[in-house]
Structure formats: C-alpha cells, structure tokens
C-alpha cells in the first residue's frame, strides 16, 4: 500500500507540474487520470510475472464477460460459454484466465495434518520427483521394453501381482524350474542396463 501511496503522489506531482491552468476544466478532472494512470503503469510493470498487454487486454475482456454471464444466466460461465461468446478458442480463454491469476510460493501453506503445515515445496520437493528418480525410472522402462513379452509376463506376476514361482508356472504352463532362470535372467538383463560394467 505504501508503494502505491508514493506511486499516487508521483502522478499527483506530474498532474501539477503538467496542468495548464489557462485551460477551462477543473484541475481534478486532468488529475485523477494522471494519479490511476501512474497507479496502473506501475502495477503493470511491477508484477510479480510479467504479462503482455495484448493477454492482460484480454484477461480484462474475459473478466468481464463471465462476470456479465454471471448476471445474465445466474450461474457461474464455464470456459467454453466465455469462449463462444468472446468467439475464442477455449485454450485463449484459459491462458488470458492464468495469466492474471497471482503466482503462489513455493513457501505458501497448503494444509496441515495433525497440526503440521505443508508448504508447496513439501508437496513437489520429494525423492521421486528429483531428476535422477526420473532418469532411473526411464532407464528401467527401456530396459525392461527390452525383454521378451514372456520375461515381461513373469517379471509383472511376480512383482506387480505377487504370485509364487509356482503360481506363475501354473499361469503360463511351464515348470517352476524354467520360471525361475527366465525370473533370473530378466532380472539379470535390467541389471546389465541399469548399472552396466
């Protein structure tokens, strides 16, 4: 509010300093243009993501049609409505709408659970987001794209569905012996990919 204060008092100044007094209108009429046009040039320039005019005109425009709709229909507009009456691709209208929403710190409270409070770097911060837990997920898919459908078949019964060697036997009609090399082979192929020599 201070910034905003002192930003109003150098359009006060520059009104002063620019009026012309030989004119016939009041002074609060060339005036309060001066104040709020200072006041809208610094809150454009001073954001916290700078945004370009042409979508914060459009932002405007979107506002104010769903607020027109709001009135109109007695309900809140869902995007295509604003879209189609703005004739706009939906995708425009979404991109205008984010545009003037405020960014959010990564530092900001998002809930608590039994009186801990989560920031938004907790909720994104955590080991399988990091770069190496996605580069070693990828490696582990294009190794194990690598083994044959029947390899693949056994890994993901065992693994994924936890089912006995005998049980996958049963399942695929072979003995318990030849699950457990074809097991063992797999898991030794992955390994090669993963950590080669």
Request: glycine letters at 6%; aromatic letters at 6%.
């Amino acid at each position: 509010m201070d910034d905003l204060f002192q930003v109003g008092c150098v359009g006060l100044i520059k009104a002063v300093d620019n009026f012309d007094i030989e004119q016939q209108v009041k002074f609060s009429t060339y005036g309060v243009p001066m104040i709020s046009g200072e006041i809208r040039r610094y809150l454009r320039d001073n954001s916290a993501v700078r945004v370009s005019r042409s979508l914060r005109d459009l932002a405007y425009k979107v506002m104010q049609t769903r607020e027109a709709l709001t009135v109109r229909d007695q309900k809140e507009p869902t995007v295509d409505e604003i879209a189609k009456e703005l004739s706009l691709p939906a995708s425009d209208v979404v991109l205008a709408m984010d545009a003037m929403s405020d960014p959010v710190s990564l530092f900001d409270p998002v809930y608590g659970e039994a009186g801990e409070t989560l920031s938004v770097m907790d909720k994104i911060c955590d080991d399988k987001n990091t770069d190496a837990a996605w580069l070693e997920h990828i490696a582990l898919s294009e190794a194990v794209e690598k083994l044959g459908e029947r390899e693949r078949r056994i890994l993901a019964m065992r693994f994924f569905d936890g089912r006995t060697q005998m049980e996958v036997a049963a399942q695929i009609g072979i003995s318990q012996a030849q699950v457990s090399r074809l097991e063992k082979n797999a898991v030794g192929q992955i390994k090669k990919a993963l950590f080669p020599a």
